[in-house]
């Protein structure tokens, strides 16, 4: 199984951008699908995932910002990032539970860079 993301890049505070990541491979099942990011310095943390059935959740500061969605015959899983700031800055990286029971898999991570 392989998640390879993309849609990362440099942006203005303010702009925009939206993030890919497709799952390959031999797959049974899809679960919950994610997204988490890793600030320089930080440890990384969740921003937010969707169940299969389309319940979305998100962290607390990027609420209102950011939009999770998923296609699940593509089995992929986007993030709509909206009205971006400096401190969204980091690598984002997907997550994906597959399987019975579920084992988490993780993307490479892709770079967002948002400029003041």
């Known amino acids: 199984v392989q998640l390879v993301e993309s849609g990362g890049g440099l942006v203005q505070s303010g702009g925009s951008l939206r993030l890919s990541c497709v799952a390959s491979g031999t797959i049974s099942s899809i679960g919950m699908m994610g997204w988490y990011r890793q600030a320089p310095g930080k440890e990384r943390e969740y921003v937010a995932s969707?169940?299969?059935?389309?319940?979305?959740d998100y962290v607390e500061s990027v609420k209102g910002r950011f939009t999770i969605s998923r296609d699940n015959a593509k089995n992929t899983v986007y993030l709509q990032m909206n009205s971006l700031k400096p401190e969204d800055t980091a690598v984002y990286y997907c997550?994906?539970?597959?399987?019975?029971?579920?084992?988490?898999?993780w993307g490479q991570g892709t770079r967002v860079t948002v400029s003041s």
């Open positions: 969707i169940t299969s059935g389309g319940r979305a």
């Open positions: 997550a994906v539970d597959l399987g019975v029971p579920p084992s988490r898999y």
